[in-house]
């Protein structure tokens, strides 16, 4: 089933470290204490090897679905009968409100149809200015430190912050956009770990440790969407409003209705794009150049391919290469380890039984690394990702964005961006993790981060 191309010689790849499956289950103390550390590092050996597992554990019988054909069966023939699971809307919706992430049923569905001309090519395409600009900029103060060490994943979250500003919200962020910045990953941080009370479904009454200290996050949100809204519709009512993603978002009709979002759903998208939409973006680029730091191959090849490219803006159709890397970095480390459903119905899987009420798990970080669906899966090979070789990859065997009726609505937004922003920096500069650095292994928040964050050192390339 796995794909076969002409790949490097197996001893020029690099394979980052990750937490090794493990060969024997965990009891279920030892099991929740990893599912709280870093929930990457619970999956079996077997989970990477056979295409559906089965299994009953601390939060009951789990179904984990990495056949391609399951895969597109859950997630779209019979997506009706999975729905978001009570444990992720536990999770995200104290924070993230009812908006596109949290949301179910019909409400669900008028937020997608209002919602989705919004991240339609044309509108994604028109905003290419505004993310180079923002890479631009980048470029010239990664420039500056050429020589020196740099915090890369807090530079990535402040240029993904800096897109947002020219493209959702035109006239800039109430307040100081690192202290939103350290907010949003204050808030996955808190409630990221897996809560023992949510695994064995304590009533919401009773207090979760992460949704206490998450709360000064979501005051911090709260506090910066009102203001945001409020500044929009005073400029929209004097016809003086820029027309960004969030004019395009206040004024956004259902085209079966003609009615609006309400002012829940509008603050809770607004959030989510903040939230979720900046923090993935910047988490796929932190990996991307961590990966080409170890990889001088990969390296010398992006840079020759944005040399050739010549000054000024950069377009992603000129760049299949660059764009490959950083997809072969979500494979590798993908923006959200895992997708969960609860079945409405029975249901099975061949002669595997699906309980009403039980969880099926459909895992980037599994089905992107499994032995059946990946050759050398836990190599860094960007060559899988150009253009002759993408027809080799079978459907459903790579889902950074998810799939299906719940498909990311912003992923054209999301690569569009994160190709631009990555042409930026490797024209301006070139990156070296330093030999003191702490171990880069991942750490499963929500997203998926950098443990110890990621310390580099520039040598600037102009």
């Known amino acids: 089933m796995s794909a076969t191309i002409d790949l490097p010689e197996p001893a020029t790849r690099f394979r980052p470290t990750v937490p090794p499956p493990l060969k024997e289950p965990l009891g279920l103390f030892a099991f929740l204490r990893a599912a709280r550390k870093n929930p990457i590092t619970t999956w079996m050996d077997a989970h990477f090897k056979l295409p559906v597992v089965a299994a009953e554990g601390a939060m009951g019988r789990i179904t984990l679905v990495s056949d391609p054909a399951l895969v597109r069966y859950v997630l779209i023939e019979n997506a009706e009968n999975y729905r978001k699971d009570d444990l992720q809307r536990r999770v995200l919706a104290p924070g993230l409100g009812n908006g ?60 993904t912050l800096d897109v947002l500003e020219r493209t959702i919200f035109t006239q800039g962020l109430p307040g100081d956009p690192d202290a939103l910045g350290r907010a949003i990953t204050r808030f996955l941080e808190a409630v990221g770990p897996i809560d023992p009370l949510d695994v064995f479904g304590v009533p919401d009454f009773v207090p979760r440790i ?73 988490n796929s680029l932190t990996w991307t150049l961590y990966c080409l730091s170890q990889d001088p191959a990969a390296q010398a090849r992006i840079e020759a391919e944005i040399d050739a490219a010549g000054p000024g803006d950069f377009s992603v159709e000129r760049l299949p290469y660059t764009r490959a ?19 409405v119905r029975d249901d099975r899987f061949g002669r595997i039984k699906v309980p009403r009420g039980s969880l099926v798990m459909v895992a980037p970080w599994v089905l992107h690394r499994h032995q059946l669906l990946w050759d050398d899966p836990e190599a ?10 993408r027809d080799s990859i079978a459907r459903f065997t790579y889902l950074p964005f998810g799939a299906g009726p719940r498909v990311c609505i912003g992923q054209s937004f999301s690569v569009q961006e994160a190709v631009i922003l990555l042409a930026h920096i490797v024209r301006a500069v070139r990156f070296h993790l330093p030999e003191d650095h702490p171990p880069v292994t991942p ?10 964050g990621l310390r580099m050192e520039a040598e600037g390339r102009g």
């Open 380 to 389: 860094f090979v960007p060559e899988r990702f150009l253009p002759e070789n």
């Open 210 to 282: 992460g949704r206490l200290r998450a709360r000064p996050a979501g005051r911090f949100f709260a506090e910066v969407v009102d203001e945001l809204i409020a500044r929009r519709r005073a400029l929209m009512a004097q016809d003086e409003a820029p027309r960004d993603l969030l004019t395009l978002l206040l004024a956004a009709q259902d085209p079966e209705t003609g009615t609006g979002l309400s002012d829940l759903a509008v603050k809770a998208n607004i959030v989510t794009f903040i939230a979720a939409g900046h923090e993935t973006t910047a």
């Open 325 to 343: 890397v950083i997809e072969e970095a979500m494979r590798l480390f993908p923006p959200v380890p895992f997708l969960s459903r609860q079945a």
């Open 443 to 452: 750490l499963h928040r929500v997203t998926l981060r950098p443990e110890h």
């Open 100 to 159: 596109l992430l949290s949301a179910e049923g019909d409400e669900w569905r008028l937020q997608r149809r209002t919602l989705a001309p919004i991240f339609n090519a044309r509108t994604v395409q028109g905003f290419s200015d505004a993310m180079n600009a923002a890479g631009a900029r980048l470029g010239r103060r990664l420039a500056r430190r050429a020589g020196k060490q740099v915090d890369v994943a807090l530079e990535m979250t402040r240029v």
